[in-house]
T-cell receptor, first 114, second 114 residues
Framework: NAGVMQNPRHLVRRRGQEARLRCSPM?????VYWYRQLPEEGLKFMVY????????ESGMPKERFSAEFPKEGPSILRIQQVVRGDSAAYFC????????????FGEGSRLTVL | KQEVTQIPAALSVPEGENLVLNCSFT??????LQWFRQDPGKGLTSLLL?????REQTSGRLNASLDKSSGRSTLYIAASQPGDSATYLC?????????????FGKGTHLIIQP
């Protein structure tokens, strides 16, 4: 496991469908962050998770978006009933240490909503 | 409000020149500051991480400085090469409350002319 792995790399959904994005952190990392990059915008923090716990979801839209990081398996970012405004690149990052740790990013998942 | 600003938004220089990218942040209460590189359609590559107790970090032709009191960081690139063309992102981990994630600037789009 050389780095943070995200899949799918590209996802196309029609309005109203669900999108599930997966992230496997670097080996040994138990801290996972999700960010969203809208076209022509900077990266915006969405949610910070540790195994089985959501630590900070202050950047997550209140509706339709949810995230989890189960004891086994990858972290999942789930978007229900997608709308065109959800089209963006979604990046996952992991770190070894909380707070002051260096973040390592995946290649991102690019969601297009038709 | 905790923000990060990067100047200039875009920069184009001939190959071989030394250059400086600027980053400013609004609150001196930080854990660390991290510089990233992002190529088109790709993820983020971590370049340098400066902890709040440090003044600078160096990696090859890159040198990053941190001045917490003035809320500024610079990324110095020596002897620029066409392969350095990318968007450079500055991100701050604030410690004085607010979200747990990094706060990103909008980036400097750098083009090195062969």
């Amino acid at each position: 496991n050389a780095g943070v792995m995200q899949n799918p790399r590209h996802l196309v959904r029609r309005r109203g469908q669900e999108a599930r994005l997966r992230c496997s952190p670097m080996k040994g990392h138990s801290h996972v962050y999700w960010y969203r990059q809208l076209p022509e915008e900077g990266l915006k923090f969405m949610v910070y998770l540790q195994k089985e716990n959501i630590i900070d979801e202050s950047g997550m839209p209140k509706e339709r978006f949810s995230a989890e990081f189960p004891k086994e398996g990858p972290s999942i970012l789930r978007i229900q009933q997608v709308v065109r405004g959800d089209s963006a690149a979604y990046f996952c990052a992991s770190s070894l240490k909380t707070r002051a740790g260096e973040l390592f990013f995946g290649e991102g998942s690019r969601l297009t909503v038709l | 409000k905790q923000e990060v600003t990067q100047i200039p938004a875009a920069l184009s220089v001939p190959e071989g020149e030394n250059l400086v990218l600027n980053c400013s942040f609004t609150d001196s209460a930080i854990y660390n500051l991290q510089w990233f590189r992002q190529d088109p359609g790709k993820g983020l590559t971590s370049l340098l991480l400066i902890q709040s107790s440090q003044r600078e970090q160096t990696s090859g032709r890159l040198n990053a400085s941190l001045d917490k009191s003035s809320g500024r960081s610079t990324l110095y690139i020596a002897a620029s090469q066409p392969g350095d063309s990318a968007t450079y992102l500055c991100a701050v981990k604030y410690s004085g409350g607010g979200a747990d994630g990094l706060t990103f600037g909008k980036g400097t789009h750098l083009i090195i002319q062969p």
